[in-house]
Nanobody
Framework: QVQLVESGGGLAQPGGSLRLSCAAS????????MNWVRQAPGKGLEWLSS????????YYADSVKGRFTISRDNAKNTMYLQMGSLKSEDTAVYHC???????????WGQGTQVTVAS
């Protein structure tokens, strides 16, 4: 019943920007923290960012701090990741994930591919 669907991925040039969206359904969206996690080719999962239920508390990995901005619109049950100053090393599959009651990421979207290349 819980569903998370990412969109907005695609091809961007180095230095460019993309905005990813995560549409959520099947739970009370505003009651849960949400996260962005990515997996680059040949690498493991990398946690990127999280946002509290009300949208005020945000956290970022050092690799994206200052370049990416996480936000959410609870009226639309949607979370966003605004990505700027993109680098080739940002190439990855980007997943959104719901935080459970015990700090586990209990539901994941299928992911959206981001490719940064000239």
């Amino acid at each position: 019943q819980v569903q998370l669907v990412e969109s907005g991925g695609g091809l961007a040039q180095p230095g460019g920007s993309l905005r990813l969206s995560c549409a959520a359904s099947g739970f009370t969206f505003s009651s849960y923290s949400m996260n962005w996690v990515r997996q680059a080719p040949g690498k493991g999962l990398e946690w990127l960012s999280s946002i509290g239920g009300g949208g005020s508390n945000t956290y970022y990995a050092d690799s994206v701090k200052g370049r990416f901005t996480i936000s959410r619109d609870n009226a639309k049950n949607t979370m966003y990741l605004q990505m700027g100053s993109l680098k080739s090393e940002d190439t990855a599959v980007y997943h959104c994930a719901k935080m459970g009651h015990y700090w586990d990421l209990d539901y994941w979207g299928q992911g959206t591919q981001v490719t940064v290349a000239s």
